[in-house]
């Protein structure tokens, strides 16, 4: 081989190895891409464990409002929330027709999803949040919901105002 035809055949090999380096780069990138979309579009609801009364229909309409926000509600109907309740640890002052856990969290009564999500995006260190009693225009209750007072709580006498929703 001539000295020409080494230069050359190194010039093609070098074009050739860069031109394969950048379509597996750009292969790599479309296929993370292809991943973070998939992730996005595939993403579980997030499951709620919902403790109520057997009777109460108001519970359901909450449940079904937090499934039409995507969330998946499993009610599990109870004679004894009073003791559900004091097991995690919601303050009496605090307390509604039903019990929720999410994600760790306790979330009592009529909580708007606007506030579950907050709590959840930012993942404050507090047992749970509540909207006390069954609020009028809380959702579940009524079937245009407007503004109510959600609250944090930390134990039975460790309670704040987290926003209104």
């Known amino acids: 081989m001539t000295f020409i035809s080494k230069k050359y055949f190194l010039y093609l090999t070098l074009i050739f190895l860069g031109v394969a380096g950048f379509s597996a780069c750009s292969q790599e990138k479309q ?6 979309e998939a992730t996005l579009t595939q993403t579980e609801p997030i499951s709620v464990t919902m403790y109520k009364n057997p009777n109460c229909q108001c519970c359901s ?11 998946s509600v499993k ?9 559900v309740k004091k097991q995690k640890g919601v303050p009496n002052k605090l307390g509604a027709c039903h019990t929720a856990m999410i994600d760790g969290y306790v979330v009592e009564g009529h909580v708007p999803v606007e506030a579950i999500n907050k709590l959840l995006k930012e993942r404050p260190k507090a047992k749970g949040i509540a909207v006390p009693g069954m609020p009028a225009q809380s959702p579940g209750m009524a079937e245009e919901p407007g503004p109510v007072d959600v609250y944090f709580f930390n134990g039975p006498d460790q309670v704040a105002f987290f926003d209104k929703f």
């Not at 309409?61 to 969330?71: H, R, S, T």
């Open 75 to 83: 009610e599990i109907p109870s004679d004894t929330l009073a003791s």
């Open 31 to 36: 296929d993370k891409a292809k991943t973070d």
């Open 61 to 71: 309409k909450w449940a079904a409002y937090l499934e039409e926000n995507g969330f």
